[in-house]
């Protein structure tokens, strides 16, 4: 090993260290990390899991709080929000008092409204192999798995109504991936003009994300007025899962989120069974359903695996994202889709890129390098496609490829550091910096499949 990725190695647990917040809510103490302290002040549940997955190589113990404390703000109803306020923070917008969710609050632990894929179960399966000491691990996963059946039983009963084995995403933000180019048409339903002026006055005096951070890597103020247009909805809903799916402006299909539900109810039957939970054999027969699901999205003449826009007529989308890879991890897949997933990434003028994998395809007309989810190389997202290569890796080729991006990833952040994002074209960092799930990322890819190499 060189020096220098010794250096690296010890920086993405700097990184980690330092983001670290220590929260005493209620007379208990939790620890998390944020994502970064340029922007996002608070807990994120993607982020959370993401983290977990690369402490775990150093601080076995510390790995599971990232959960315990996301957890902590899990409402009545079993839902998870996709962010845990800290009350003390006041630069991330919207912050607490843009979401009008607190009647819904347990013990008073601020959270948003909207949920994130979900990533947890999936985190905790990881961590607990990862963990040398499966006594403590056995114990502190008894402390985490209730909690995470019950979100699991709250998407599969709010976000499945059709029980199609695929869940209902509501807002681009619970995608994870907020501007992607999926969301263009179903976003472009909802016209500027229709939005009432007090939520454009809203994001117009508290958009925040555009002056602390390079705007050319943000979304668009279009995009806000949407996203917070949506929150204006939800609010007048007061919350009510059953009416906000069925009348949300904004209702996807989401390949990626439906990917990571179906992985995560393997990981979490296979949890319940370590812990003797008879639920395990139901949360199985979710996966299987919605990887037969996943299957019969896949388009075999456009290469991708369409999403669906639920709230305008189950339209097919065929946007050529990153998304498309994920479904190989939960094994939803047929050996002509690995094929023909494989020639992808293999081809430079698709996402085979200086710097892979792009979060959009290069070939596509909605590529931008520069811009968030619309083209740049994020190490999380290059996380879920060497997870997804590895499953595959009876197929020679995506073995070979899970190495290539792997070492890739390591170099790129070696040499770069630990930003939000990247050009997957040249070497140019972009968006905040010293991110977590960035380090989380690095320190994942290194110890599972970086030191054979
Ligand atoms: C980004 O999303 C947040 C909203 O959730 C934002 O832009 O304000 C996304 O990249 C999301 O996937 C991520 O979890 C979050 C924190 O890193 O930032």
Redesign the pocket.
């Known amino acids: 090993m060189n020096n220098n990725l010794t250096q690296t190695i010890e920086n993405a647990k700097n990184v980690l260290a330092q983001n670290t917040v220590t929260l005493t809510r209620n007379n208990k103490t939790y620890r998390y990390a944020v994502?970064?302290k340029e922007?996002?002040v608070h807990q994120?549940?993607?982020?959370s899991a993401i983290h977990a997955m690369g402490i775990v190589h150093f601080d076995e113990e510390r790995a599971f709080d990232e959960i315990i404390s996301l957890i902590s703000g899990q409402w009545k109803n079993g839902f998870i929000a996709?962010?845990t306020f800290n009350p003390h923070e006041q630069k991330?917008f919207p912050g607490p008092s843009f979401w009008g969710t607190d009647d819904h609050w347990t013990d008073g632990i601020p959270t948003s409204g909207i949920t994130?894929p979900p990533l947890p179960a999936i985190a905790a399966e990881y961590i607990y192999k990862a963990s040398t000491n499966k006594v403590r691990a056995k114990k502190l996963l008894q402390k985490i798995i209730p909690a995470l059946k019950r979100y699991h039983q709250f998407l599969k009963k709010y976000r499945d109504p059709e029980d199609s084995g695929l869940v209902t995403v509501i807002h681009p933000?619970e995608s994870?991936?907020?501007n992607s180019p999926r969301w263009d048409a179903p976003l472009a339903k909802i016209s500027i003009d229709s939005i009432p002026g007090h939520v454009k006055e809203l994001v117009n005096k508290n958009r925040s994300?555009d002056k602390l951070g390079t705007k050319e890597h943000r979304?668009e103020f279009d995009d806000y007025y949407r996203y917070m247009y949506l929150v204006d909805v939800f609010k007048s809903y007061k919350w009510d899962q059953k009416q906000i799916v069925k009348h949300s402006p904004f209702a996807v299909k989401d390949i990626l989120f439906n990917a990571l539900w179906a992985r995560a109810n393997e990981s979490l039957a296979l949890l319940l069974h370590e812990l003797n939970d008879t639920d395990a054999s139901t949360v199985s027969s979710w996966n299987d359903q919605t990887k037969k699901a996943l299957i019969s999205r896949w388009d075999a003449g456009r290469g991708v695996y369409a999403d669906i826009d639920v709230a305008h007529g189950n339209k097919d989308i065929y946007e050529d994202t990153s998304a498309i890879f994920v479904p190989l991890w939960a094994n939803a897949c047929t050996e002509d889709i690995v094929n023909s997933l494989v020639k992808k990434l293999q081809d430079k003028n698709q996402y085979g890129t200086l710097f892979p994998v792009p979060s959009t395809s290069v070939s596509s007309p909605q590529f931008n390098p520069l811009k968030?989810?619309r083209g740049p190389t994020w190490a999380v997202a290059n996380l879920f496609v060497v997870e997804s290569l590895n499953r595959q890796q009876k197929n020679e080729a995506c073995k070979k490829l899970r190495d290539n991006i792997v070492g890739k990833t390591i170099t790129a952040i070696n040499n770069m550091g630990f930003n939000?994002y990247f050009h997957p074209l040249s070497d140019e960092r972009l968006g905040f910096g010293t991110?977590s799930?960035t380090a989380a990322s690095f320190l994942h890819m290194y110890h599972t499949y970086g030191k054979t190499k």
Do not use: A, K, V
């Open positions: 994502p970064s922007f996002y994120w549940l993607w982020d996709q962010i991330y994130q933000w994870g991936t907020d994300d979304p968030y989810w939000e991110f799930w």
